[in-house]
Each structure stands twice: as C-alpha cells, then as structure tokens.
C-alpha cells in the first residue's frame, strides 16, 4: 500500500508480511528511495491477509486497518502524523469468518470513513463513526453464493454506472464468475442475488478502467488456471 503516513510530502509504504503476521513500514525518502521502519504486531493477528488506509477516528491523520483470516479480526492502527502508531483497536468478526481482502470507501454519506472486508462466504460492511474507540458500528454480514462457500478472491471498490455512487465486484475462483453489487448511498447494496458475469477459470484480480475511453469504467479480470484476461465493456446507459 502506498500512501504519505508521516505527512512529510513523500509517498511511504506499508507492507502486509503474511508468513510473519506483521506490517512493515518503509518511508520515502522523496528520491525513490526508501528507509526501513518499525513493523506493526499484535499476537491476536494471525495470519494476516489484507491492508488499507482511511481516516478512521476523523483527527486528519492517516491510519490503518488490516485483516487477520485465522483469528478472524480487524485491526485498526491509529497515527500519531509521526512515525508510528500508538493505539490500535480489533474488532473480532466472529469465529469462522475467515477475513481476507479489506477495503475503505464512503458508502453511506456520511463523510466518514468505511470498510469492506471479504469473507467466507460474502462480505462484512462496516460503516463509520470516526470517534476514537467507536470507530465503526457493528459489521453487517452480506451473504454471497459463493462456489463452495469461499470467500471472495478479489474485490474492487468502483462507480458503475454513473449515479455517484459506490458499486462493488467482486470475483468468485472456485465458480468462474465475478459479482456485481450495486451501491444504494445508504449502506447497503442491491440486487441481492447479486448480478452474475461468467469469466475465465479461477478469477484473482479484478480491475476497473475505462479500455475504450467511452466515459465509463470496464472491468479486467485475471484468470489464474488458465492464464487468461476477460474483458467485460460496461454498456450501461447514462
């Protein structure tokens, strides 16, 4: 992940280690370069999958969430605008959930900062409240027909089709497909079923640009067993 934690006008990384169970920080030296920093911990972490950033308490600086898949939790690390990040929150999603890939968007305007996370067997939304400890409200489980009752393989926060709105895809590797989540601006998303769209086998990236420069964003899927792309040409009308 890439993004100006310590607010010196450098882009800094941070780097999920899956193996270690912990974040490393390297900050930007404003040349290409990078210097090595501390890494984040925490023993209620175990197996660490996925890693964003938001301002999550609504102080302006920058913070971070990550998802642990074994002992199912969301962590948030809160910055200080320095070199650290000395208070940090988890909030348990549950035993079985199994947590992987994480997300921030605004997803019910608000203006405060919320989260995705895919899970076994759909997603988990949670919406802000950006004060300090109750950084976010209760997580509302979406359930998804996912092949097998994995979770999602890959997830993409997107506008699809031009109300302003955030929309969601998301790719299912065991059933070949991507789903379509169509945001309300209120929380939630419609239709549930979701929309289907057939693709290559195993789909592990989703991403949105606009190929055909037509104004509207095209989704590109990678398909890892049989090394193939689809490409999927948003039509929609507006």
């Known amino acids: 992940m890439v993004v100006d934690l310590d607010r010196d006008g450098s882009l800094d990384l941070a780097v999920v280690n899956d193996f270690c169970d912990d974040i490393s920080l390297l900050w930007g030296n404003g040349d290409g370069s990078f210097t090595p ?11 660490l999958k996925s890693l964003t950033f938001g301002d999550f308490d609504r102080d302006g600086l920058p913070d971070l969430a990550a998802v642990a898949k074994d002992s199912g939790n969301l962590a948030i690390f809160l910055g200080s605008g320095e070199r650290d990040f000395p208070r940090r929150f988890l909030f348990p999603l ?5 947590p992987t890939l994480v997300r ?3 997803l019910n305007g608000d203006g405060k900062a919320d989260l995705v996370v895919a899970k076994e067997g759909g997603l988990a939304l949670l919406l802000g409240f950006g004060e300090g400890e109750r ?6 489980p979406v359930e998804l027909p996912l092949a097998g009752r994995g979770s999602p393989s890959a997830l993409t926060l997107l506008e699809l089709d031009g ?4 929309d969601l895809a998301l790719a299912d590797h065991a059933g070949n497909r991507i789903f379509l989540l169509l945001g309300r ?3 939630t998303f419609e239709p549930l079923p979701p929309l289907e769209l057939d693709v290559g086998r195993g789909p592990t990236s989703i991403l949105a640009i606009d190929v055909n420069d037509d104004g509207r964003l095209d989704l590109l899927t990678t398909n890892q067993e049989e090394d193939t792309l689809t490409l999927l040409l948003n039509v929609t009308p507006y």
């Open 94 to 98: 549950g035993p079985g959930e199994g």
């Open 37 to 47: 920093g501390n890494r984040l911990k925490d023993e209620r972490l175990a197996n």
């Open 135 to 140: 950084t976010f409200r209760p997580a509302v």
């Open 104 to 106: 921030q968007a605004e």
């Open 163 to 166: 109300d302003g709105k955030i």
């Open 185 to 187: 601006g209120d929380g």
